[in-house]
């Protein structure tokens, strides 16, 4: 939760300072890392409770007071999950900008560099806490006291920090393509063309099975897919409704 709030302040101290020198008001800028906090919060924690679903039924059933329904919710709600936080900003964020009738993709271009930037402090706090574990193996690191029990007495790979360097090393790419000024308009769409794909390959070394599979993906891979194929066909779609104009 620490790094997680460090991050969340880099973010809002980052964007806000940058704002007016790539043409956006610093103010809107602030407010709509206020709104993607909001959406990060409830975003993450519904996409959790969407993927124990199954146990709905289960830990529902067990209700007989207001204080047994509040510690099912909590159960059931209480975690959260990055896709989920990641979707609920986004979407907050476009609510925002389309009711203050700016330019999105002003704001998006700042933005896009703050998301990995953002997740790099947050899988740090991951490692910390023994959440999001890697899967057995012969060098890495063992736990004793990790947020999930299923994580301790075992060297796992530290898939954590793998995915933060992988953050980072994105988030410089993208604040040096702000800077120069390069892929005006287009910087949130590299960042969900490239996060995806390392997201979904390092899906195969996290060890935290519980969270379920699909056809033999885990949520996780199944939205980078759907996040792949969406972006893919905006950009397409942008690309021909540019060559229109021509």
């Known amino acids: 939760m620490l790094m997680a709030l460090i991050g969340a302040l880099a973010v809002i101290f980052v964007a806000y300072k940058l704002a007016e020198s790539y ?3 610093d103010l809107i800028m602030l407010n709509a890392t206020l709104f993607a906090g909001i959406g990060v919060i409830l975003g993450g924690h519904l996409l959790f409770g969407i ?3 199954k146990h709905f039924g289960a830990v529902f059933s067990k209700v007989d007071g207001v204080e047994s329904f509040l510690s099912a919710v909590k159960s059931l709600f209480g975690g959260s999950v990055f896709y989920g936080g990641l979707l609920g900003a986004m979407l907050a964020v476009v609510i925002y900008l389309k009711l203050k009738k700016v330019r999105v993709l002003t704001y998006t ?3 896009a560099p703050c998301i990995p930037m953002f997740h790099f402090f947050g899988r740090l706090g991951c490692f910390l806490s023994g959440c999001c574990f890697g899967v057995e193996c012969s060098v890495g690191f063992v736990y004793e006291n990790a947020a999930v029990p299923m994580a301790n007495g075992v060297r796992r790979f530290p898939v954590q920090l ?4 992988l953050n980072l090393a994105l988030c410089v790419v993208l604040f040096y393509l702000l800077k120069k000024r390069r892929c005006k308009g287009r910087l949130i769409n590299i960042y969900l063309a490239v996060y995806p794909v390392y997201r979904f390959i390092l899906e195969y070394f996290r060890g935290d ?4 599979f699909l056809f033999g993906l885990s949520t996780s891979q199944l939205i980078s897919l759907l996040l792949l194929v969406a972006n893919g066909a905006f950009m397409l779609y942008s690309y021909m409704k540019g060559r229109k104009k021509v």
Not at 162 to 165: D, I, L, N, R
Request: net charge negative; proline share 0%; aromatic share 6%.
């Open 23 to 25: 043409g956006a008001d």
């Open 51 to 53: 993927t124990n679903i």
């Open 109 to 111: 271009d700042v933005l």
């Open 162 to 165: 793998v995915e933060a360097v």
């Open 209 to 212: 099975d519980y969270r379920g």
